[in-house]
């Protein structure tokens, strides 16, 4: 059960499956409407082109998840070998079986959008989460975020420090700053302008997520601020930003657009995990959310090459680009990739989730099932 100290935080995983949710439309998207980023589609469907601001979500909530019981801990991390061990635990089973499977179908059925087919340097380049480095033909146009995200687990434990001697400011201010800084001078120095392959502002916005987990041992007076609305306010202006300048216009700015971003992400956090606005809370965490977001992980790593194979072998030969396209890409590739993810997830994701260790998934594995007592 749940410490009275330690309360649930509730609405964490709807927010993760919604997330990765969000992807899969992007990527049907993409595929019925090429051309990215110039829209060739209805202008009230234009949000479905930047899925990357999922992939800014789930970088401050993996900043905030990750955060959490350090927060609650004086901001000291339990061992930094402790903790490389459980982050490597948590990602790469799920992440090595994703691969093979993506590699299978680009060699064997289809690449990647704009992709040659795989390489032995993509085996090697993407198996060793080294794709944002070395540049080698993609088996799966959502990878790329993996390896940002095991290089921000590097850092981790400096922003903590940082955290701890300097204050919460101070160590977001550094890190926005650096970011800002590479920014300013990428276009005008090269050797800076390489940087920009590692999206430097993602450090940035996971340093906003550590941040905001401070929320947790936070004294009462700050968790009845109503954060929902301080998150509403900070998402305006930058949704406004987007509508006016265009998806051409927000895609060539990205570093400055997450930056923008990143707060209201924040702030949403925040507010969720103060159960606000508790509509929204209750939403999230319904049994179909929490669900999603239970294989949100997997769903998000293997579904880029089931859309595209749906979209080569069936959608396209049958009605080319277009809404209809796009409607019946929905119609397969939601249930589709949400099915297999589940069941990938079964074996590959989930029960590395519940044992944290060889010893206990063996052991897991080997228990003789409980038997079922008959009736007299």
């Known amino acids: 059960m749940d410490s009275p100290a330690r309360p649930r935080l509730v609405g964490l995983d709807g927010i993760r499956g919604l997330a990765a949710l969000f992807v899969v439309l992007h990527h049907s998207y993409l595929m019925a409407f090429p051309g990215f980023p110039v829209l060739h589609a209805p202008a009230w469907t234009s949000f479905l082109l930047y899925g990357h601001f999922a992939v800014v979500v789930f970088i401050v909530l993996s900043g905030f998840s990750l955060a959490v019981s350090p927060a609650r801990n004086g901001w000291r991390l339990d061992g930094k070998a402790k903790f490389a061990r459980r982050r490597a635990w948590r990602i790469l089973p799920p992440y090595w079986p994703a691969l093979l499977f993506s590699l299978v179908i680009a060699w064997t059925l289809v690449p990647q959008p704009g992709e040659g087919v795989p390489t032995g340097k993509s085996v090697v380049v993407y198996g060793l989460l080294l794709q944002d480095v070395f540049g080698s033909p993609s088996p799966n146009g959502a990878f790329w975020s993996i390896a940002v995200e095991a290089q921000l687990y590097f850092v981790f434990p400096l922003m903590l420090l940082a955290l701890r001697r300097f204050g919460a400011a101070v160590m977001l201010g550094a890190a926005t700053a650096v970011v800002v800084l590479i920014g300013a001078l990428a276009p005008h120095v090269s050797a800076v302008d390489a940087l920009m392959r590692f999206t430097p502002q993602f450090a940035a916005l996971f340093a906003a997520g550590v941040v905001a987990a401070g929320i947790v041992q936070a004294s009462e007076k700050w968790r009845r601020v109503h954060w929902q609305w301080w998150a509403f306010a900070a998402a305006v202006p930058v949704v406004a930003l987007i509508a006016v300048m265009g ?25 969720v995990a103060t159960r606000q606005p508790k509509p929204l809370v209750r939403l999230l965490d319904t049994r179909p959310m929490r669900s999603l977001g239970s294989f949100s992980y997997s769903l998000y790593l293997t579904h880029a090459p089931i859309v595209v194979v749906v979209y080569t072998f069936v959608v396209g030969p049958l009605l080319g680009a277009g809404m209809v396209a796009f409607g019946l890409m929905l119609l397969i590739c939601v249930p589709v990739t949400v099915a297999f993810a589940r069941g990938f997830a079964a074996l590959f994701e989930i029960p590395f989730v519940k044992h944290r260790s060889w010893a206990a998934l063996r052991t897991a594995l080997t228990a003789k099932p409980e038997p079922v007592p008959v009736a007299d």
Request: proline share 8%.
């Open 247 to 271: 998806p051409v216009w927000t895609t060539s700015n990205f570093l400055w657009v997450d930056l923008a971003a990143g707060p209201a992400v924040a702030l949403l956090l925040v507010a």
